[in-house]
């Protein structure tokens, strides 16, 4: 069982809480370059998503947290918002807010700004978005992403939840999603060293 279970783990990525986030950008924007996790945690990707904006357009934080980091970042402004299990990142952004503030849900942090972007000649928002250190698909904030489940011999009926052993792996209340092979193999690692059936 620990073996289907790792196997499960490994195609899936485990997210604390999907949707109930808002569009950083509005109205809501055309999605330029998707998620493209890396199959190593140094491997080529793209840990995020790229959303077109305009210069000086407003950016705002999709939930409710607080600052960890607001200024330069490698020549371009860098916002991060700790949600507590997670945390999103936005840039390049002019920030309007400081380390340690509190931020609603939607409220501006900041505006997108131009030069910086890896979608040039466009302006593009880089929305990221991590639950420890593993880069999870922002879109599952705001409904967007598919979701893809495979099916366990002898899983439990619809809407019973993940088995004990997924649950031990990430801890309670937390939606299973797509995405990252690398840190859902972890994940399931542990729940096998742990001894979980």
């Known amino acids: 069982m620990a073996a289907a279970v790792s196997l499960l783990v490994t195609l899936v990525v485990l997210l604390g809480a999907a949707h109930g986030g808002t569009w950083p950008l509005t109205p809501r924007p055309q999605v330029v370059r998707g998620f493209d996790p890396p199959a190593s945690p140094w491997g080529a990707g ?5 959303l077109l904006g305009h210069r000086g357009q407003v950016v ?3 939930r409710a947290g607080r600052i960890t980091f607001a200024g330069g970042l490698a020549g371009r402004g860098v916002v991060v918002v700790d949600h507590g299990v997670l945390r999103t990142s936005y840039e390049p952004v002019t920030a309007s807010v400081e380390v340690g503030d509190l ?16 979608c040039s000649p466009q302006v593009c928002l880089h929305w990221g978005l991590l639950r420890g250190r593993v880069y999870l ?3 599952l904030l ?12 002898g899983a439990p009926p619809a809407g019973a939840g993940p088995p004990p052993a997924l649950s031990a792996a990430v801890g309670p209340g937390h939606a299973v999603g797509p995405g990252h092979a690398a840190g859902a193999a ?4 542990a729940a096998a060293r742990a001894g979980s059936p």
């Open 46 to 50: 793209h840990r995020g998503v790229d």
């Open 142 to 153: 705001v409904g967007g992403g598919p979701v893809r489940l495979l099916p366990l011999r």
């Open 186 to 189: 972890r994940a399931g690692q």
């Open 103 to 118: 931020v609603a849900a939607g409220q501006p942090i900041g505006s997108l700004q131009a030069g910086h972007s890896h």
């Open 60 to 62: 705002r934080a999709a």
């Open 137 to 139: 698909n922002p879109l």
